[in-house]
């Protein structure tokens, strides 16, 4: 087992966080991924959901802000896996506030309201949130998809939106939620 696989996520979940592309995590970054998460499901932008869904991001903005170290108001790569590896910003607290945004996602994409999400609902997600490649959100559907019933329900999200922080093996939940493979 080795801390690697938690590392190389720490990586992909920062490339994916800079939606922009600009070598740091910025408020804005969070604010893009809200507002496509929110045109992906048409949600009308006052309505409480996505209200809700906007306020979960920017929850998990306002924990990774403090990973800042230069107060520039943006998180550069090096301050964002620094923070994790050092405890500055916890695993536990940040797990915490992504279950509360995806929760917030899921019930987005979970339109009939039904409990569980398809793969179209779940790559919606993933678009809004900037992973543009389609490859990316099937393979991580199908790793989550253990049942292999062709839909997700909340505890199999939230299984690996945790595995993907705390994954210290290839095959642990979440280990590749956003590598594609």
């Given at each position: 087992?080795s801390?690697?696989?938690?590392l190389d996520?720490?990586d992909r979940v ?5 939606m922009?592309?600009d070598?740091g995590?910025?408020k ?9 998460v929110v045109?992906?499901?048409?949600l ?6 996505a209200?809700?869904?906007v306020e ?8 990774i ?6 107060v ?8 964002f896996?620094?923070?994790h ?7 536990e607290v940040?797990?915490?506030?992504w279950?509360?945004a995806?929760r917030r ?5 979970d339109?009939d ?9 779940f790559?919606?997600?993933?678009r809004?949130?900037g992973v543009?490649?389609p490859?990316v959100a ?6 989550m998809d ?14 690996n939106v ?5 994954a210290?093996?290839?095959s ?10």
């Amino acid at each position: 087992m080795s801390d690697q696989v938690r590392l190389d996520n720490i990586d992909r979940v920062f490339a994916i966080l800079d939606m922009d592309g600009d070598g740091g995590i910025s408020k804005g970054d969070f604010a893009s991924m809200a507002a496509g998460v929110v045109r992906e499901f048409g949600l009308d932008e006052d309505s409480t959901s996505a209200r809700q869904l906007v306020e979960g991001y920017e929850d998990v903005w306002d924990y990774i802000r403090g990973a800042d170290l230069d107060v520039d108001g943006v998180v550069g790569a090096a301050e964002f896996r620094e923070a994790h590896t050092s405890g500055r910003v916890t695993t536990e607290v940040l797990v915490e506030k992504w279950e509360r945004a995806s929760r917030r996602c899921f019930e987005a994409a979970d339109g009939d309201g039904d409990g569980y999400i398809d793969l179209e609902g779940f790559a919606a997600i993933y678009r809004g949130g900037g992973v543009s490649d389609p490859a990316v959100a099937q393979a991580a559907f199908r790793a989550m998809d253990v049942d292999a019933d062709g839909r997700l329900d909340w505890a199999e999200l939230s299984a690996n939106v945790r595995g993907l922080f705390t994954a210290t093996d290839e095959s642990a939940k979440g280990a590749h939620m956003v590598s594609g493979d």
